[in-house]
């Protein structure tokens, strides 16, 4: 099959040329021409993939939880795949840590750039000091409160609710394994119905990925670039460059370090087919930032072309799109450190073990839509006593740096997904071989 045929070169060719077309829109000053015509299709994309989450993580959450045939094996896998997602979460902040400490990005920043920073991004600190006083206003069992919703349909009407969607599929799945079969055949095969149906709408959905990625990539190039004037960016990346980088080292680090030293310890796969066969998510995680809106993907890879087992993708991806976020919380502790560091503040051990808890715990409680991390990065600051106006420092460089803590967790939720399903013997062979990775239409 010729390379431009495959999904992940069409989508890197959209997310190109979107780069191309940002550029030159912004420049130009073709910011209400982009979004009255070309941001409306990265709409419909994202909407797309977030139309079809609830159904698909209730469906295929349901069904595999009901496949697991008795409830010592539902809690055999379940904790084995929260241990590891949190155990992963760790490691990505511990590295976000060392690398911070050892590089000081902090110490680089100019005064004059942190003046005028703090001047301009002072409307989006109090927004998302708004947003985070309502998140920490609340008791320390506040999380287990908020899994269990008194109303299934209110949850299932936003996607922020998805660990209340997640809880209620399981929930269910449990009531499903204890009544008769004959009982529970009938809402089984429903839900198998609709589970077989959505995975196709994927396949759909992900025939417009490579013009919704060029949209998406263009709408967001050309407002950051802003009313063209490409300096401005340039300008901000020089003085944040530095801790981008570090952030950037950190995400490839814990990328290349954590997630390929377990897939070589613990299951056959290889790198090179773990990469092929994940590309596509990470692209669409980086374009779209919502690990939620590249849940159906994520699923559709695993299963399809990684080879893991329906009964392991249904239960761990939909969890970990939901609780293991590894980019966000290795992101939030580097950040914490470099917003103390430039404010001339020193974080002491106790400290920096504070961070570790608390960023694990935030990841678990960010949602996994864009721009969602650095609103629970407040409640990270205000745990270590460092101002939280001191966001405003990072705000102008948070867009870029979101698409790439997205796309390393989606590649932490695969990672565990296979393990998860090597260990259970449930991992079967891949199917990333030329000429087949390619989006099929059944007719
Ligand atoms: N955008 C991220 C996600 O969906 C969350 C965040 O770090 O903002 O995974």
Known sequence: MRWYRKLHWQIILGL?????????????GWGRFTSDWIAPFGTVFINGLQLIAVPLVLSSLITGVASLSDLSKLSRIGSKTIAIYIGTTAIAVIIGLLLVNIARPGDALPPEARERLQAEFAKNVSESEQQAEVVDDRGPLQLLEDIVPSNFLSSASSNRNMLQVVFVAIFVGIGLIQVPKDTAKPLLDMFEGLNAVVIRLVDLIMLMAPVGVFSLIARTITQLVGTGDVGQVLNLLGALGYYSLVVVLGLVTHMSLTYFTLLKLFTPMKLKTFIKGI?????????????????????????????????????????????????????????????AQSLGMEIGLYGQI????????????????????????????????????????????????????????????ATVAIIVAASEGQLGAPDVDEGRDKIKIRG
């Open 16 to 28: 190109l040329a979107g780069v191309v077309y940002g550029v030159i829109a912004a420049a130009n």
């Open 279 to 339: 590309a596509p998510v990470q692209l669409v995680a980086f374009s779209t930032s919502s690990s939620g809106a590249t849940l159906p993907l994520t699923m559709e890879r695993c299963k399809e072309k990684l080879g893991v087992s329906e009964e392991v993708s249904s239960f761990v991806l939909p969890l970990g799109a939901t609780v293991n976020m590894d980019g966000t919380a290795l992101y939030q502790a580097v950040a914490a450190v470099f917003i």
């Open 354 to 413: 504070t961070i570790v808890l608390t960023a694990v715990l935030a990841s678990i409680g960010t949602a996994a839509v864009p721009g969602a991390g650095i609103i629970m990065l407040v409640i990270i600051l205000q745990q270590i006593n460092v101002p939280t106006a001191g966001i405003a420092l990072i705000f102008g460089v948070d867009r870029i740096l979101d698409m790439l803590r997205t796309a390393t967790n989606v590649t932490g939720d």
